[in-house]
């Protein structure tokens, strides 16, 4: 297992993600124990020793087996992971009683990282609004020793993100973010390098699969890339792609059997980043297969002046991509709840003054019948 130096503790730098965890007849609160627990014996017998739990996987479960679980080890033997649910706007007034709920569940005297989790549009305000006192209270706990290491995790846009930064980035040990190759690019993640880079904050990835998306590809994708690498399975591409980065630190990846944690700790055995040719090739790939979903979008604007909803269609368009992309998923919603209704793309009029304008020559008034039918 490769480790990583983070603060005086070694970290794997691979870590075990719980909101994919193995599940009887397909309820997603319903953990099967028992394999989660080969899962887990092999991980630690293989050197893995960060888990990445939360209040809401698993349906409030995934705390609870996660804990069990590691308490049949040393304490001192792993670390462990969970967050605030500030993606709830009706926690925001209860971090004290879902800190103590939190220690209960997992049966922890104190966690070794503990997250503002997905800070967002949606809650940004709210993480920032001192009457709930929610950074004053994790502070509190961090300096009693029952957090020992403080960060925060993003799915939110560079803006948003920078907003949170100013307000407490002196006081985040550590940042976790969407990362791979398709979201280099595709969700902005090089600024929010960069911008964690001037703030000498490490990175902790998630989706390094982007839900499973990059596990397979299409045949032609796989033929270039096997010519390049002949032993590595397409899965192990995505986190070569990852060791490229000396900036993070670990990378959680959410297995849900035995195979694929079998898989990935194979390939974390040995640090491979990738060559230029191979980056390269690799960016070539994720730019293409973008490119056969996503709208060519470059948000010059001229759309927005002839717009008599004035909606913000390149913003709109960004969200129409990501919910394609990806096949669904929560970030569009998450992004239109902090809009006024009369902005969303259900208000496109279909008159198509923004086609005649558009460089592009993108079907706008389509894209957004299709996004209300997608969003359901």
Wanted: contains cysteine.
């Amino acid at each position: 297992m490769i480790y990583k130096e983070f603060k005086g503790k070694k970290l794997s730098s691979l870590g075990m993600g719980t909101m994919r965890l193995p599940v009887i007849d397909g309820k997603n609160n319903l953990i099967d124990e028992e394999k989660t627990k080969e899962m887990f014996d092999y991980a630690i017998e293989k050197g893995v020793n960060y888990f990445d739990t939360a209040w809401g996987y698993h349906d409030g479960m995934s705390e609870i087996v996660t804990g069990k679980l590691l308490a049949a080890y040393p304490r001192d033997s792993y670390y462990i992971a969970t967050k605030f649910p500030g993606y709830e706007l009706a926690n925001m007034s209860k971090v004290e009683e879902i800190f103590e709920k939190q220690l209960e569940k997992t049966g922890m005297e104190y966690f070794d990282f503990y997250l503002f989790h997905n800070v967002c549009e949606v809650n940004i305000d709210g993480y920032l609004n001192e009457e709930y006192g929610i950074f004053d209270y994790l502070m509190k706990q961090k300096e009693n020793g029952r957090i020992k290491h403080l960060g925060f995790s993003v799915h939110g846009s560079y803006d948003t993100m920078k907003r949170f930064m100013d307000a407490y980035g002196e006081y985040m040990e550590f940042c976790q973010i969407q990362l791979n190759y398709i979201d280099l690019d595709f969700q902005d993640a090089k600024a929010k390098i960069e911008l964690l880079e001037k703030y000498n904050i490490p990175i902790w990835v998630m989706e390094p699969l982007r839900g499973g998306k990059l596990a397979s590809l299409a045949p032609e994708y796989e033929e270039k890339l096997k010519e390049l690498r002949p032993e590595e399975t397409i899965p192990a591409w995505a986190f070569r792609f990852l060791q490229t980065f000396p900036n993070v630190t670990v990378t959680l990846s959410g297995m849900s059997n035995f195979e694929q944690l079998k898989a990935n700790i194979d390939t974390y055995e040995e640090e491979k980043p990738l060559s230029k040719e191979e980056y390269s090739a690799l960016m070539e790939i994720a730019d293409s297969m973008v490119a056969k979903i996503a709208l060519p979008c470059t948000a010059c604007r001229y759309c927005t002046t002839h717009c008599p909803m004035g909606l913000d269609i390149p913003t709109l368009l960004d969200l129409y991509n990501e919910h394609i992309f990806t096949g669904g998923g929560f970030l569009a919603h998450f992004a239109l709840s902090t809009m006024p209704k009369d902005k969303w793309p259900s208000a496109c009029l279909g008159c198509r003054k923004c086609e005649e304008v558009c460089p592009q020559q993108i079907k706008i008034s389509e894209a957004m019948k299709d996004f209300v039918g997608k969003l359901g």
